[in-house]
C-alpha cells in the first residue's frame, strides 16, 4: 500500500510499499507551510508539474543531493542539466512511462510556463499534471491548473485526486468541486491554498460542496494518507 505524506502547498511525498519515495513538486525552504528544509527531505524520485517557484525551487538541490531522479516536461529537464543534474527524464503532456515503482503519466494543466532560475526564458513550457499508478492505485495530481474540459478524459480512472482550490492563481473551490464531477475520483485532497493570504480558502467548506460525490481528506502539514 502507498503512502501520501503532505509538506503543505503542494507539495508530496508518494512512498511505495516496498519503500521508494517521490517526492513532487517539491518546495520546502520557503515553504510557510511546512518546518521541513530540503536538506532532511530523501527521495528516490522527484516530479515536478510546472517550473514557477513554489513548486520547482528545491528540485535541483534535492536531486542534487539525493541522486533522485527528475521526472518533468523536456524543458524543465533540460534547464535542470545545465544545473547539474545528471539523473533525469525527460517527458511531455499525454506521454506515459514504465518506472521501476510503476507508470507515470503527464496531462494537460492550464498555467504559466516560466523556469524558475532560468533567466533567459530558453526553458519556458507548458505546465502539466501528473498520473502516478503505484501499488495498484492511481495517483492524480493536477499541478496548478484551471478546470479543464479535458478532466473528464479522467473519469474513473483516479483513485486519489489532489486538486488545488486556492483561487487567484489556479482553480477555486467552485472549479474544483466541476473538477469531482468531471473525474470522480474516490478521495479528494485540496491543495494550493492557505499558503498566503491571497489563497486563503475554507476546506471544510470545500468539502461540504463536494458532499457524495467524493470522499474529501483535508490533510494538515505532515499528515499522511494510505491510498
Request: charged share 20%.
Amino acid at each position: 500500500m502507498a503512502r501520501l505524506i503532505y509538506h503543505g502547498h503542494s507539495t508530496f511525498t508518494l512512498e511505495t510499499a516496498d519503500g521508494t519515495r517521490l517526492v513532487i513538486d517539491p518546495f520546502f525552504d520557503e515553504n510557510p507551510r511546512t518546518d521541513l528544509t530540503v536538506a532532511e527531505v530523501e527521495a528516490d524520485y522527484i516530479l515536478c508539474t510546472h517550473g514557477h517557484s513554489d513548486h520547482f525551487a528545491d528540485a535541483i538541490p534535492l536531486a542534487r543531493r539525493t541522486g533522485a531522479r527528475l521526472i518533468s516536461t523536456f524543458e524543465i529537464v533540460s534547464f535542470a542539466e545545465t544545473r547539474g543534474v545528471e539523473n533525469a527524464h525527460a517527458m511531455h503532456i499525454g506521454g506515459g512511462f514504465d518506472f521501476p515503482f510503476g507508470r507515470v503519466k503527464m496531462t494537460p494543466a492550464l498555467h504559466g510556463g516560466q523556469v524558475a532560475g532560468d533567466d533567459t526564458g530558453a526553458f519556458t513550457t507548458v505546465p502539466g499534471g501528473f498520473l502516478v499508478h503505484v501499488d495498484g492505485k492511481t495517483v492524480y495530481h493536477a499541478g496548478d491548473t484551471a478546470l479543464l474540459t479535458d478532466m473528464q478524459l479522467l473519469k474513473g480512472a483516479v483513485d486519489v485526486a489532489l486538486l488545488p482550490i486556492g483561487d487567484n492563481f489556479t482553480m477555486g473551490p467552485a472549479d474544483a468541486v466541476r473538477a469531482v464531477e468531471f473525474i470522480e475520483p474516490e478521495v479528494v485532497v485540496p491543495i494550493h491554498y492557505d499558503t498566503w493570504e491571497i489563497i486563503r480558502q475554507d476546506a471544510q467548506a470545500f468539502r461540504e460542496a463536494v458532499g457524495a460525490r467524493a470522499r474529501v481528506e483535508v490533510m494538515a502539514p505532515g499528515d499522511s494518507y494510505d491510498v
